[in-house]
């Protein structure tokens, strides 16, 4: 139950799209570059087994420079006699592959493709139309009437953009369109090609994972000024959400069936009645009214910036929150922290960098904090000090005894809560030269919609300045820029996905506990303490660890229906166990 990823340079965009989606899924696999390997290639060991469940090839020909004659003609009697399956994620059309020659070859930008009747059986969770991607390089090519050709997605004038190719008993999936890791269209057909290849049964888990987290609610924020093309530090402009905000998203939460995960500083809410010399606070009464809407997270009591912080002054910040909380009646998510602004971290593109302040990780542990956030736009060091070897953006690291998960950021800054602010910041920053609102949250819902089915868990973070009732020429519009971006992912996910593939919201915690357990899982498979087949209807694992491991399963008896079928963690002790398969569809 390993998979094999050949690429001929390992700059294929393909190849370098699977690599991240079989490691982010936990699929056993080797990824071969034939131009760089340093050993023959051996796809049947001297027994004449198979070493491989299934085989990916990032392009055409690659079989051809990988083996010789004899080894070829032996794969191809495995492949008809065992079913082993074949993934061409990039071909050139022809008798070959069981296409005609290219009617067109090109961009397909703003192509969209359909599923035939067959497709929909080999992607289920699809609605039925796959949109292609702008940048994506391809050809559109008719079945060859002479070949066994079955086409799953159709194009234009009948063209196949993806098919399977049956000759003499082996079965080749063909897919005449590029695909990287960040393109749409490969993240909607990725579960199907694999389940495909599989037969659905796989070591591997996947789910489509959504958590959104709010920063700074109860504290104001700056504004931008459109005027001066700046963040405006006036205090008569600061923003910060008010109690109709609060109602109107609880509203919105309900209905959408989407939690908002609220950081929260309860310092913001103390000096805001301070201030006003009221009794209460009624942002804070309002969010208490509909608390039950939101998820709430520890984001330290005064958002102070703890990157020179005492270790007493970080441990008061956390622990002055968690006072306040429990006054109010406000239970935080336990042992997760967000500091502000991920101040105390290590920061890279700080001029000169800085180091994690060494008080930062005994304050955690004395805490008991085991999950806190970092930024995934950002690498950091794999340690305190800031020349240390990177961690690559968008990695999980520890920090001391504790796990700092990326979180994602959006084109809503901290600073915008209007169309108008928002524009002109990306504008006047050179992020971005949109013309409309309408046109930002399209190429965001997009970006977001590829985290979403990218099997991928880290969290998307946002302002609470981002939730303030957005006005155009002072007219009120009745929502949030946040809630308008994610209106548009959630309707574009609905029209792509059925409904019995439903978004996930893990917490934080339990974002910080499946990453664990994923890497754990790593580790043990690539130390070969685990060794998996099929046989007949059962999947006989061996655990050598001497210890019960946790293994991700897809396509046993077992585990929760999700989309493309029946999966779960499984706990497999010492020793050899078996386990009943799904009926293969």
Same mark, same amino acid.
């Given at each position: ?11 294929? @965009? ?49 079989? !051809?420079? %990988? #083996? !010789? ?20 994620? =990039?071909? =050139? ?14 961009? #397909?930008? $703003? ?5 035939? %009747? ?16 702008? $940048? ?72 489509? =994972? ?14 931008? !000024? ?60 309002? +969010? ?17 910036? +703890? ?13 002055? *929150? ?34 994690? *302040? ?5 304050? #955690? ?14 690498? =950091? ?27 994602? @950021? ?11 602010? #928002? ?9 971005? %030269? ?35 009732? *957005? ?34 919201? @893990? ?44 293994? @991700? ?33």
């Amino acid at each position: 139950m390993r998979i094999l990823l050949l690429g001929e340079t390992g700059r294929e @965009p393909g190849y370098e799209a699977w690599k991240v989606s079989l490691a982010r899924a936990g699929i056993p696999f080797d990824a071969i570059a034939l131009a760089h390997r340093d050993s023959p290639l051996r796809i049947i060991d001297p027994s004449g087994t198979v070493c491989y469940q299934a085989l990916i090839l990032a392009k055409d020909g690659l079989i !051809d420079l %990988a #083996l !010789d004659d004899d080894e070829r003609a032996t794969l191809d009697r495995v492949q008809r006699e065992l079913g082993v399956r074949e993934l061409t994620a =990039y071909a =050139y059309p022809g008798p070959r592959c069981g296409l005609g020659s290219p009617i067109w070859a090109g961009r #397909l930008d $703003g192509l969209t493709g359909s599923l035939t %009747a067959r497709g929909h059986e080999v992607f289920p969770y699809l609605v039925g139309s796959v949109p292609i991607d702008v $940048g994506t390089w391809g050809y559109l090519a008719r079945p060859d009437p002479g070949q066994c050709f079955e086409t799953l997605v159709v194009g234009p004038d009948g063209s196949s953009l993806l098919g399977v190719h049956r000759d003499a008993g082996r079965e080749r999936m063909v897919q005449t369109f590029d695909s990287n890791s960040g393109q749409l269209h490969g993240q909607l057909l990725r579960q199907g090609l694999l389940s495909w290849l599989t037969r659905g049964i796989f070591l591997g888990y996947e789910r489509n =994972y959504l958590t959104l987290q709010v920063d700074d609610v109860l504290l104001p924020n700056h504004s931008w !000024d459109p005027e001066r093309h700046v963040t405006a530090t006036d205090s008569d402009r600061l923003l910060r959400m008010g109690p109709e905000d609060a109602a109107r998203t609880a509203r919105w939460s309900r209905s959408r069936g989407i939690r908002l995960d609220l950081a929260c500083n309860g310092a913001g809410s103390r000096r805001y009645v301070a201030e006003r010399g009221t009794d209460e606070d009624p942002l804070l009464t309002a +969010l208490l009214a509909d608390q039950d809407a939101f998820g709430w997270i520890n984001h330290t009591f005064e958002h102070q910036n +703890l990157d020179q912080a005492t270790r007493p002054t970080i441990e008061q910040e956390i622990e002055q *929150n968690l006072t306040w909380a429990s006054r109010h009646g406000i239970e935080f998510e336990p042992h997760v922290l967000i500091t502000g602004e991920h101040t105390g971290l290590a920061n890279l593109a700080a001029a000169p960098p800085r180091n994690e *302040n060494p008080n930062l990780a005994p304050a #955690l542990a004395a805490r008991k904090i085991h999950f806190l956030a970092c930024d995934a736009s950002r690498p =950091y060091p794999a340690g305190s000090s800031a020349d240390a070897p990177e961690v690559p953006a968008g990695e999980p690291f520890l920090t001391g005894g504790a796990l700092a998960i990326p979180r994602y @950021p959006t084109a809503l800054a901290h600073d915008v809560a209007t169309p108008e602010q #928002l524009l002109d910041r990306l504008r006047s920053t050179g992020h971005s %030269a949109a013309r409309s609102w309408p046109e930002v949250a399209s190429s965001e819902a997009r970006r977001m919609l590829t985290k979403v089915l990218g099997n991928d868990p880290r969290p998307h973070f946002f302002h609470q300045s981002n939730l303030i009732e *957005n006005r155009t020429d002072h007219q009120a519009s009745g929502s949030s820029l946040l809630c308008e971006l994610m209106d548009a992912v959630l309707d574009l996910y609905h029209s792509l996905i059925r409904p019995s593939t439903a978004i996930v919201q @893990p917490t934080l915690a339990e974002i910080g506990r499946c990453l664990l357990r994923l890497e754990a899982w790593r580790q043990a498979s690539a130390r070969a303490l685990v060794l998996a087949y099929l046989e007949g209807d059962g999947i006989t694992i061996h655990n050598h660890a001497g210890t019960t491991l946790e293994l @991700p399963l897809t396509g046993a008896l077992f585990g929760e229906d999700y989309g493309w079928g029946r999966s779960g963690w499984l706990s497999v002790p010492p020793g050899t166990s078996v386990f009943e398969r799904a009926p293969v569809g």
